[in-house]
């Protein structure tokens, strides 16, 4: 059982981040944030090609967090690999100790640095983690095949409340916690009130529930966000918040503080996944200042 699994299944409230790959094949980056955030976190994510932006592997990228101390999650997108790849990787991650799993959709390729890409999706989110259970529980491959060493991986998903239609989002939680999602990670929280109608609404699922932060470094890019970023809502007041700081950068820290510690008062709230996107710098300032630790 993962460390992040058995804290959850306590009721222990974590703290998870994530941290972005090189554009590089050097670890030296990957193990640098390793070393900054191990003593603020319970466990840290590896992006997979976020973006479609061509990065270090999450598989590998995870390695290295293992042998620097920290309990990885390994994320997985659809858009780049056919079943049998995917299984192939699952299979390397139960291989290199890697405990735990997040399946992404995945960004549009358009959006990335290689826009003439071919985009797979053989399989969608749901699909994926009702594979790995079946790897996992069955000890078969998603043909039937026997696998003689399953992988041991704990499942996540992710989830947003914002996205439209409302309803179809709940639905698409329903289903990934029905086909084995035993964690999600929410998109980026900053609408409190619309967030805990969604905890309302999906109370009766057995699932922990680890909400995003994305920390904000100014008023545009906070536009940008709203404008660019599906399921993205940033109130106004927030925007004029950033607008009239003298430091934007710092600003949008302290948002990210006060968020988190309203979030740690709902009590369908799980833990905090912070997304900072790049700038894994400022994860130790927020979680201090929320005191989440």
């Not at 008062?265 to 799980?270: L, N």
């Amino acid at each position: 059982m993962s460390s992040l699994q058995k804290k959850l299944d306590e009721g222990k409230f974590v703290v998870t981040a994530e941290i972005g790959p090189p554009k590089s094949a050097v670890e030296d980056s990957i193990i640098e944030k390793a070393k900054m955030l191990k003593e603020h976190i319970d466990a840290a994510n590896v992006t997979d090609n976020q973006r479609g932006v061509v990065r270090m592997c999450s598989l590998a990228g995870c390695h290295l967090l293992v042998h620097s101390g920290v309990e990885p999650v390994m994320q997985m997108t659809c858009r780049d690999r056919n079943r049998i790849a995917i299984q192939s990787d699952i299979l390397g991650a139960g291989a290199l100790d890697i405990p735990n799993i997040l399946i992404v959709t995945g960004d549009h390729v358009l959006l990335g640095d290689h826009p003439m890409a071919k985009s797979v999706y053989d399989l969608d989110s749901i699909q994926t983690i009702q594979m790995i259970k079946l790897m996992r529980d069955e000890g078969v491959d998603f043909a039937g095949n026997e696998l003689k060493s399953p992988p041991n991986l704990y499942i996540g998903a992710t989830a947003n409340p914002y996205a439209d239609p409302y309803e179809l989002q709940i639905l698409r939680l329903e289903k990934k916690v029905e086909v084995g999602a035993q964690f999600i990670q929410s998109q980026a929280v900053y609408d409190l009130e619309r967030f805990e109608q969604f905890l309302d609404d999906v109370q009766y699922l057995d699932v922990k529930i680890l909400a995003g932060i994305v920390p904000l470094k100014s008023d545009g890019y906070a536009r940008f966000m709203n404008k660019r970023i599906p399921g993205i809502r940033i109130p106004q007041d927030m925007i004029d918040r950033l607008t009239k700081a003298k430091d934007k950068e710092q600003e949008g820290i302290q948002m990210a503080i006060e968020t988190c510690i309203e979030l740690k008062k709902m009590k369908r709230v799980d833990g905090i996944h912070i997304m900072a996107i790049f700038w894994e710098e400022i994860v130790p300032e927020i979680v201090q200042g929320a005191k989440l630790r």
